[in-house]
């Protein structure tokens, strides 16, 4: 289509996607004042913060053959329906589990946006250039929420209520609802698509019950261990049901034999690994500006574009050098850089240096940018043609799942390491204070002011032993992502002279 309606449908279906992306993160620089008006325990802030991920994640495949069955447009328009509901009710949430409970709706809802609009624009522009600049500006826009959400956040904080975050959600969706129908065309409906329901509840109560594990081994109870362990058994039997069903079906949710392929699986791998360092480190990142370098939410949201313009410099500067080198070396490369940025970031947090911090973590972010370039591509070149789309579900479910098991997990180590150094100030304080203390920084801030300097030096302690552990895993990553990803030398796999550009 070489007419301009083509094109205007496009920003129906971009700014969607900029605020799905950005409803990710937006909630980072809030935490602080949200715990404070709510009461949020730790555990509560972090399902606040992941829930949303972990829905999207959850839902993206399912959603897929939704769209293939319903339509999607249709999907797509009650998607965003949903969208700016949930951000209205999350956006006025009197209590800490209205708004978790709203954000798992949102994420569902948010869920909706990709697979319907990626599908539309397949729709909208049949010729293949046209397709590739359309999908390139749906993706940058996705990008832009990602680096956006942090920064808007801020600004909104400094002269409205934390809940005002949620309003441009609910402005975009409605401006979907009320053109979409006439701009947007509707696809062609398969109605013999197969929906796997069953399947998709196993692998929901998969990802949630570890989760919830992980989080209910923060609580240093013999009632928080047994929780745990329960949910762990329960993560296992739900996926080992889940991967029984799958071999099982001819048309399952997941194909999971894509996995028997040695390159698709450390390409998945490794994404998802990247996925949970980027997910978490952020998250962590946004609070120790504001609760130890004592930023104010607007010069937080700033710098929180720093590292966000690091990872999109280094996903532009990866294709370029597989001028010269193999997509696999560019990815080590990329990893080496990052886990150096860890390095600068885990020994310059307990001294307060907030330039070094940022240096450090942008440094790690631009490590990152080249997998998140061509990671996806290596994954869809691995496997048949016939699977493209699987394997494309697969690469950005594991992308949205790490970054949501990021926060999760990286979270509730750093509430572990926070706590363990404090424990020789509890001694000297009562019962009400020491409570406060096991709840959070932003609690103890409040009701024990005289361990403020004590408090901020246990976080910066608590992050930077999460960027050092970081930095070693990235360092394993990198010297495993070569011999792993090298191609076997099947026509499927041998992706790496045609990835070069």
Request: proline share 5%; with cysteine.
């Amino acid at each position: 289509m070489n007419g301009p309606a083509p094109w205007r449908a496009l920003v129906l279906l971009a700014l969607p996607a900029l605020v799905v992306a950005m409803d990710q993160n937006v909630l980072f620089l809030a935490l602080p004042t949200l715990t404070a008006e709510l009461g949020a325990s730790v555990v509560s802030q972090l399902w606040v913060s992941d829930i949303y991920g972990l829905m999207v994640a959850v839902f993206l495949i399912p959603f897929g053959a939704l769209a293939d069955r319903i339509g999607r447009r249709r999907l797509l328009l009650a998607g965003a329906a949903g969208f700016a509901i949930f951000s209205l009710i999350a956006a006025f949430a009197p209590s800490v589990e209205v708004l978790i409970t709203a954000r798992a709706l949102l994420g569902i809802a948010g869920a909706t946006i990709a697979p319907a609009s990626l599908g539309l624009i397949v729709t909208l522009f049949p010729d293949v250039g046209d397709r590739a600049r359309a999908i390139g500006l749906w993706m940058a826009c996705f990008m832009v929420g990602i680096a956006l959400g942090p920064s808007l956040g801020g600004l909104l904080l400094e002269h409205l209520w934390w809940g005002a975050v949620f309003l441009p959600g609910v402005v975009v969706m409605l401006a979907v609802l009320v053109t979409g129908r006439r701009a947007l065309p509707e696809s062609e409906i398969k109605a013999d698509t197969s929906l796997d329901v069953a399947g998709a509840l196993l692998l929901g109560t998969a990802i949630l019950s570890l989760v919830f594990s992980l989080k209910a081994a923060v609580l240093s109870s013999v009632a928080g261990a047994s929780t745990a362990v329960g949910g762990f058994v329960l993560s296992v039997l739900a996926l080992s049901a889940f991967i029984w069903r799958s071999r099982r079906r001819s048309r399952p949710l997941l194909p999971v034999s894509l996995f028997a392929q040695r390159r698709f699986t450390a390409a998945v791998g490794l994404m998802t690994v990247c996925a949970v360092l980027i997910g978490g480190t952020y998250f962590y990142f946004a609070q120790y500006l504001q609760l130890a370098a004592e930023l104010s939410p607007v010069e937080a949201g700033l710098v929180m574009i720093v590292p966000a313009v690091a990872l999109g410099l280094g996903s532009a500067i990866g294709p370029v050098l597989t001028r010269w080198i193999t997509p696999a070396q560019t990815l080590a490369i990329g990893l080496l850089v990052a886990a150096g940025g860890f390095a600068v970031l885990a020994t310059t947090l307990d001294e307060g240096g907030v330039r070094f911090a940022i240096i450090g973590f942008s440094l790690a972010y631009l490590g990152f940018g080249p997998g998140a370039a061509l990671g996806t591509d290596i994954i869809v070149g691995t496997v048949p043609s016939r699977d493209a789309g699987a394997s494309s579900a697969i690469s950005e479910t594991g992308t949205e799942l790490g970054q949501a098991f990021g926060i999760a997990a990286l979270g509730s180590a750093g509430t572990v390491i926070y706590r363990s150094y404090l424990a020789p100030y509890v001694e000297n304080l009562d019962a009400d204070q020491t409570h406060a203390l096991h709840e959070g920084v932003m609690e103890t801030l409040e009701r024990v002011p005289g361990l403020t300097d004590v408090v901020q030096t246990a976080f910066a302690h608590s992050f930077a032993l999460i960027a050092a552990g970081a930095a070693l895993v990235t360092l394993v990553l990198a010297a495993l992502a070569i011999p792993l990803l090298r191609p076997s030398g099947s026509p499927s796999e041998a992706r790496d002279t045609a990835l070069r550009i």
